[in-house]
Structures are given as structure tokens and as C-alpha cells.
């Protein structure tokens, strides 16, 4: 019994083992709010991190693809929902609300002013400087096309791809840290 029990732990520590190498230094964030103050959160968290010399994915889904939004684009061939999608959805990170205290549009003004005064980068300073980082910034391809968004609407951004969520969880699978927003 004693022995049978030693050669269980012994696989169980080889199967640990495995599971650690496959752990990579990276960290992935799914992304589906399009608040303000949850892009930013992602945004500071994933700086840090990628300071820090972890490489950083981040999965842009759903509402969050209206940060992306870049206002001097326009998608052509849209049809009659999509077009309605597009005028109803935020364009771009400098039109999102604040998931609390929007107030009208009062509170993502203040939220900058703020910023500002307290010398804290603004998000789009912060897109370049995870552009300089590396930060990786994964479209989801089905929410694009669910809510009528075209890549040619999308940002420039050097380190930017588009793919499906099964793309990105097994990008997760390895990561050493995961997070939802």
C-alpha cells in the first residue's frame, strides 16, 4: 500500500512538473468591457506587467472593440445593422463612459483632468507606450463581425492581429497569469 502510494506521488510530481514548463512568462487579458475606466485598468496592468518583462496579450472582445474604434475611419459595405451598430457604439477610447459616475459625460472628463494633474498617462498615451512594449492586442473576429466593425475601422497599431477566441484561450492555456475585464 505504502509503495503504491510513493510511485502515485512520484507521477503526480512529474505531471506538476510538465504543467510548469508549459507555463510561459506571459500574461493574457480578456477584454469585453468598453468602460473607461476598465480599459485603463487593463491598460496600467498590462504596462506594469510588461515592464516587468512579461510578455502581454490582450484579447479585445464585444464592447471593448469600441476603444479600437478609430474616429477618421470608416468601414464600407456595412449593411443596415451594422451602419446602426457603428452610429450607436462609441468611436473610439476618447468617447467611452465610465462604467460608474459617467454623469452625463461629465465624469470621463473629470477622470482626465485628474489624470493630467496628477501626471498619469492618458490612454492614448498609453498605446504607445505598449507599443513600445510589445504588447500584443488580439481582435476577436466574431464580435467584429457581430457588431459590424471592419478592420479598416480598427486603430494603427504595430502590434495588432485578429483571431478567434479559441486562438487566444490556448494563448491563456499558457499563460502564467489570466485575467477577465
Not at 468598453?34 to 485603463?40: E, Q
Not at 459595405?77 to 459616475?101: E, Q, R, T, V
Not at 498615451?125 to 492586442?137: D, G, N, T, V, Y
Not at 464580435?143 to 479598416?152: A, R, T, Y
Request: charged share 25%; hydrophobic share 45%; net charge positive.
Amino acid at each position: 500500500m505504502e509503495e503504491e502510494m510513493l510511485k502515485q506521488l512520484e507521477d503526480l510530481k512529474k505531471r506538476v512538473g510538465r504543467l510548469e514548463k508549459n507555463r510561459k512568462d506571459q500574461m493574457s487579458i480578456a477584454i469585453v468591457s468598453g468602460d473607461l475606466d476598465k480599459i485603463l485598468a487593463t491598460m496600467i496592468i498590462s504596462l506594469a506587467a510588461a515592464a516587468s518583462d512579461t510578455k502581454v496579450k490582450l484579447f479585445f472582445s464585444f464592447w471593448a472593440l469600441s476603444a479600437l474604434r478609430d474616429p477618421k475611419k470608416k468601414g464600407k459595405g456595412k449593411n443596415f445593422i451594422s451602419k446602426m451598430f457603428g452610429m450607436m457604439l462609441p468611436k473610439g477610447y476618447n468617447k467611452l463612459k465610465l462604467s460608474k459616475m459617467n454623469m452625463m459625460g461629465m465624469g470621463p472628463a473629470m477622470i482626465k483632468m485628474l489624470m493630467r494633474k496628477q501626471n498619469v498617462m492618458l490612454l492614448d498615451e498609453m498605446l504607445k507606450q505598449a507599443a513600445e512594449l510589445e504588447i500584443e492586442i488580439i481582435v476577436c473576429e466574431m464580435s467584429m463581425n457581430l457588431m459590424g466593425i471592419k478592420k479598416e475601422e480598427i486603430i494603427d497599431y504595430p502590434h495588432l492581429s485578429y483571431a478567434g477566441a479559441a486562438t487566444f484561450v490556448a494563448e491563456a492555456s499558457q499563460s502564467s497569469i489570466q485575467f477577465f475585464i
